[in-house]
């Protein structure tokens, strides 16, 4: 059975960090991207930052850009997101998925192209 589990979020103010895991099993872990997404109330889900399985490329949203980073541990099959400079824009739950061959990877952020979601953790950023 696949799962995604998400984990870490919680209340922070701004200007601070968090990190965010995603423990994945079920799949072999090397062979796949893993993207956070994350939605916020009244907002469409967008992409946040992705890991690619084949080379661990990494790509972010313009918005995240030297603010967070995202790496992955494969002997733990799991990917982190570290968020520093946290802003109230940031508020947003945050899902982790996951597919296996992205058509481009440019196309990272689409979210119709995943298999796999977690159930997302909550960040909420105070101002």
Known sequence: EVQLVESGGGLVQAGGSLRLSCAASGFTFDDYHITWFRQAPGKEREG???TSGSDSS???ADSVQDRFTISR???KNTVYLQMNKLKPED???YYCAAVRH???P???ATSNFYDY???GTRVTVSS
């Open 48 to 50: 946040v930052s992705c």
């Open 58 to 60: 990494a790509y972010y």
């Open 73 to 75: 541990d494969s002997a």
């Open 91 to 93: 508020t947003a739950v």
């Open 102 to 104: 992205l058509l481009l």
């Open 106 to 108: 440019r196309l990272w």
């Open 117 to 119: 979601w977690g159930q």
